[in-house]
């Protein structure tokens, strides 16, 4: 009986399951998207097509076809194709199936593929205990990821994997995704909200079959064709690919901080925004901008540093969401500064003359006579030129004598500071 009604329950699944579980393309030809990497006569799709698919791991934001495609490998693959969630598994369960992939090996010559699904969960012993099947043959990997494989995944595997960044889907892409999905629910759509669709879906395959699906929906029960307050109201919050704790973090931050380094404020302001409607820690973004004013601007323009302390002080006294009016003031001031790194390359290049030659004493008339028997018997102090009463102690070079002429700083010209 229970049998009877697990069959029934498999049957009736295509019929309730989502637009985006029913869509799900089951072969190459059907499989929107990726031409990077998939394109005819590609390496990984003649391997697909051959197969002959090596050990690999599909790294990509959600939506991006990373399940998909390990589930067409499945069906076009003549070795058994074994699947696991690292949410769920255990080092036990990897070593169930290394043994059933070894018996399988030994009794009739068949392969194993085994597909991981997130894989970057997987911590580092339970990835080790991996490592010896992926060495020897015995099984080909494919993990899939949304984080950045080179940070999550032991370099052990890794380096017996090829990677393949997958990338989110273009709105054309995402276009054709939807009339497929319109075809499916057989509703007429036209392109203006095909495109809007597209525009709210974020790169997200699922995502835009949802919204579609939630659109259609809503509109049957109002009795009406699809229009674009349909399409809104179920987009009413785009995905956000910005994860604070995850790969998209580092992304999202280079990116803000590339742009204000670059003189772009409108870019900057929109990183800033995606970091803040993300949950991102304002003292953090606050941090960054406080470094990026003396390590970018500098001198060039001494009030940057001013700036971006204020705003940082701005967060700790007024809080978000208010604080965030402070942190974009603060960034659009230092995208629009002039650039400078002058500070940043001296203090480098002098730190790496005190960890190459340690701490120079400085010249006998800098050392402090601060007792009168020091100046006197040991000749600190002696010497010295008070700028203030005479200017040739201006022209003096204060370095160690081992660095006399030695330059650190050089201004750069921009803004303020000049090349005097």
């Not at 050990?55 to 495609?69: N, Q, V």
């Not at 997130?118 to 580092?124: G, L, Q, T, V």
């Not at 015995?138 to 949304?146: F, Q």
């Amino acid at each position: 009986m229970s049998d009877l009604f697990a069959d029934s329950a498999k049957d009736r699944l295509s019929e309730v399951a989502p637009l985006a579980m029913r869509l799900r393309p089951r072969t190459l030809d059907e499989f929107v998207g990726q031409e990077h990497v998939l394109g005819p006569r590609s390496a990984l799709r003649l391997s697909i097509e051959q197969d002959r698919v090596g050990s690999m791991i599909l790294y990509g934001p959600p939506g991006s076809g990373k399940t998909t495609l390990a589930r067409i490998v499945a069906e076009r693959t003549g070795a058994e194709f074994e699947e696991l969630s690292a949410v769920s598994a255990s080092v036990g369960d990897v070593r169930a199936v290394m043994t059933r992939a070894r018996d399988r090996l030994g009794g009739s010559g068949g392969r194993t593929i085994l597909f991981l699904d997130e894989i970057h969960r997987f911590n580092k012993a339970q990835q080790d205990a991996l490592l010896p099947a992926v060495e020897e043959g015995l099984i080909t990997l494919i993990g899939s990821t949304t984080e950045n494989p080179y940070f999550e995944v032991n370099s052990a595997l890794l380096s017996r994997s090829q990677v393949y960044e997958l990338e989110p889907l273009s709105e054309q892409d995402l276009g054709v995704v939807i009339r497929r999905g319109a075809a499916e629910l057989e509703v007429e759509i036209p392109n203006e909200l095909v495109a809007r669709i597209a525009e709210r879906s974020g790169g997200d395959a699922r995502t835009a079959l949802n919204i579609l699906e939630l659109t259609a929906q809503t509109a049957e029960a109002e009795g009406t064709a699809i229009e674009e307050r349909h399409v809104v109201d179920a987009s009413r919050k785009r995905p956000l690919v910005y994860d604070k704790t995850g790969d998209a973090h580092y992304d999202f931050v280079s990116a803000f901080i590339k742009s204000m380094r670059g003189s772009d404020p409108d870019a900057s302001v929109y990183y800033l925004a995606a970091m803040l409607e993300s949950g991102e820690d304002a003292r953090y973004i606050a941090r960054r901008m406080i470094v990026l004013a003396s390590e970018d601007i500098g001198n060039a323009d001494p009030r940057a540093l001013l700036v971006a302390v204020a705003a940082a002080q701005a967060v700790e006294h007024v809080g978000l969401p208010e604080a965030k009016l402070n942190l974009a003031q603060a960034a659009i001031y230092l995208a629009r500064a002039p650039k400078s790194n002058a500070s940043y390359k001296a203090i480098g290049a002098a730190t790496r003359d005190v960890q190459e030659g340690g701490n120079l004493r400085p010249p006998k008339p800098l050392q402090s006579a601060g007792h009168a028997l020091s100046k006197k018997r040991l000749g600190k102090g002696q010497g010295y030129i008070y700028p203030h009463d005479d200017p040739a102690g201006f022209e003096v070079d204060y370095l160690p004598d081992e660095l006399k002429g030695k330059k650190y700083y050089e201004p750069s010209g921009s803004g303020e500071e000049g090349a005097g």
